[in-house]
């Protein structure tokens, strides 16, 4: 049995608790929590709370690590990372996915979800500790390629071992067939990642059907699908391909307006909100509008995407980013990089908060010592009990 304590505990889903004590068994599940401070538990100075959830990864990207030029815009990234995806060898890659998975877990990151395009992270994943929600993801404008896009996506997803799903890449980058075929393969309690307004023009592509999108299609050759416009805004104009999915996991959200949020609530009652604040600065040096979306009642959660648009696999990285941008509470941080993650990767039966009868792995911050003047500009991570 192993008690701590320190300044505060940040529960995750509750109030914090100035003081208290966290009472573990050997496997470090939480026997108890207690607002009172025990006075043979060992202390820490600092705050504590559960193990970070990373919801939006491409670990098979982790070779591009520190290789590919900032603010270039998504064009250009799309352009070098081809590049570069030819020039290093599979297994540079693969050991490059090894690392990652190292990276977080020194971050205190104990669950992510996954994109996966190939087998890449599979051999990663059978030896590291953290909780992976594989996301096998498809895309394929041209109607006529369907099959062989969704063969793909069924080989991979048997290939995969654990909790997967076949998830959409973007609401530009399907035909409406692909996504007919994922709406059919959903199962009930799992989550659709989707991502979501990354760039303004993904507006103007549903609407007028021209924009940024419609030129970057056109430079490949390829046809705008029948569907196009749908004079609607993306998601709705997608709605009826989502209504299956247990949750709804939207990823970015740089150029998310209330419209969206709107139908959102109005559609789908288990709406997650993914934001990755360092990647959107990476690649196209916009921050999500986190002003809009932090008084709605929203869930939000947290993502450091790839190491390809990351310097570093690591959600408190993504905190200091909002903290540093707007006003918000560490108390919200906090809840949306744990328990909002937990949920949206349906992994709130075990982590994301510390509660009774969890597993959540424990995370000391330093260099914060009061809730009231925080500022987490060089604050730091330690894992104080893993999760597993
Ligand atoms: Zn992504």
């Given at each position: 049995?192993?008690?701590?304590?320190?300044?505060?505990?940040?529960?995750?889903?509750?109030?914090?608790?100035?003081?208290?004590?966290?009472?573990?068994?050997?496997?470090?599940?939480?026997?108890?929590?207690?607002?009172?401070?025990?006075?043979?538990?060992?202390?820490?100075?600092?705050?504590?709370?559960?193990?970070?959830?990373?919801?939006?990864?491409?670990?098979?990207?982790?070779?591009?690590?520190?290789?590919?030029?900032?603010k270039s815009g998504i064009d250009q990234f799309i352009h070098d990372?081809?590049?570069?995806?030819?020039?290093?060898?599979?297994?540079?890659?693969?050991?490059?996915?090894?690392?990652?998975?190292?990276?977080?877990?020194?971050?205190?990151?104990?669950?992510?979800?996954?994109?996966?395009?190939?087998?890449?992270?599979?051999?990663?994943?059978?030896?590291?500790?953290?909780?992976?929600?594989?996301?096998?993801?498809?895309?394929?404008?041209?109607?006529?390629?369907?099959?062989?896009?969704?063969?793909?996506?069924?080989?991979?997803?048997?290939?995969?071992?654990?909790t997967k799903n076949i998830v959409p890449h973007a609401p530009y980058?399907?035909?409406?067939?692909?996504?007919?075929?994922?709406?059919?393969?959903?199962?009930?309690?799992?989550?659709?990642?989707?991502?979501?307004?990354?760039?303004?023009?993904?507006?103007?592509?549903?609407?007028?059907?021209?924009?940024?999108?419609?030129?970057?299609?056109?430079?490949?050759?390829?046809?705008?699908?029948?569907?196009?416009?749908?004079?609607?805004?993306?998601?709705?104009?997608?709605?009826?391909?989502?209504?299956?999915?247990?949750?709804?996991?939207?990823?970015?959200?740089?150029?998310?307006?209330?419209?969206?949020?709107?139908?959102?609530?109005?559609?789908?009652?288990?709406?997650?909100?993914?934001?990755?604040?360092?990647?959107?600065?990476?690649?196209?040096?916009?921050?999500?509008?986190?002003?809009?979306?932090?008084?709605?009642?929203?869930?939000?959660?947290?993502?450091?995407?790839?190491?390809?648009?990351?310097?570093?696999?690591?959600?408190?990285?993504?905190?200091?980013?909002?903290?540093?941008?707007?006003?918000?509470?560490?108390?919200?941080?906090?809840?949306?990089?744990?328990?909002?993650?937990?949920?949206?990767?349906?992994?709130?039966?075990?982590?994301?908060?510390?509660?009774?009868?969890k597993s959540p792995g424990i995370l000391l911050l330093q260099n914060?010592?009061?809730?009231?003047?925080?500022?987490?500009?060089?604050?730091?991570?330690?894992?104080?009990?893993?999760?597993?």
């Amino acid at each position: 049995m192993r008690k701590i304590t320190a300044d505060y505990i940040y529960p995750g889903n509750t109030t914090p608790i100035k003081g208290g004590t966290i009472t573990l068994n050997e496997e470090g599940e939480v026997l108890n929590i207690s607002l009172k401070t025990d006075a043979d538990a060992e202390y820490f100075q600092g705050i504590i709370c559960p193990g970070f959830v990373n919801v939006h990864c491409h670990t098979e990207l982790s070779y591009a690590k520190n290789q590919l030029p900032e603010k270039s815009g998504i064009d250009q990234f799309i352009h070098d990372l081809e590049g570069l995806k030819r020039r290093i060898s599979e297994e540079e890659k693969a050991d490059s996915v090894i690392s990652a998975f190292k990276e977080m877990q020194e971050n205190g990151i104990v669950a992510v979800g996954d994109i996966m395009n190939t087998t890449l992270s599979i051999d990663a994943k059978k030896s590291s500790p953290i909780a992976c929600y594989n996301f096998i993801e498809v895309y394929g404008s041209q109607a006529k390629d369907t099959e062989r896009n969704w063969n793909h996506a069924l080989g991979l997803a048997a290939a995969t071992e654990g909790t997967k799903n076949i998830v959409p890449h973007a609401p530009y980058s399907l035909s409406r067939t692909l996504f007919q075929k994922i709406r059919d393969y959903q199962k009930p309690k799992s989550t659709l990642s989707i991502h979501h307004m990354e760039s303004e023009g993904e507006g103007e592509y549903f609407l007028k059907g021209t924009g940024p999108l419609a030129e970057r299609f056109k430079s490949w050759g390829l046809e705008q699908p029948p569907h196009i416009p749908t004079h609607k805004r993306p998601l709705e104009s997608l709605g009826e391909f989502f209504h299956t999915a247990e949750r709804l996991l939207l990823i970015h959200n740089t150029f998310i307006n209330q419209a969206d949020i709107d139908f959102a609530k109005k559609h789908f009652q288990n709406s997650f909100y993914g934001l990755c604040p360092n990647a959107n600065l990476y690649i196209e040096g916009d921050l999500p509008p986190l002003n809009l979306l932090k008084n709605q009642d929203l869930k939000i959660c947290l993502g450091t995407d790839s190491l390809a648009s990351n310097h570093q696999l690591s959600i408190l990285e993504e905190m200091k980013i909002l903290n540093k941008n707007f006003d918000v509470s560490l108390e919200e941080l906090i809840r949306w990089a744990t328990y909002n993650g937990a949920c949206a990767l349906g992994m709130n039966s075990k982590l994301g908060s510390i509660e009774k009868g969890k597993s959540p792995g424990i995370l000391l911050l330093q260099n914060k010592s009061t809730a009231k003047s925080f500022d987490l500009t060089n604050a730091s991570v330690q894992v104080i009990e893993p999760s597993v």
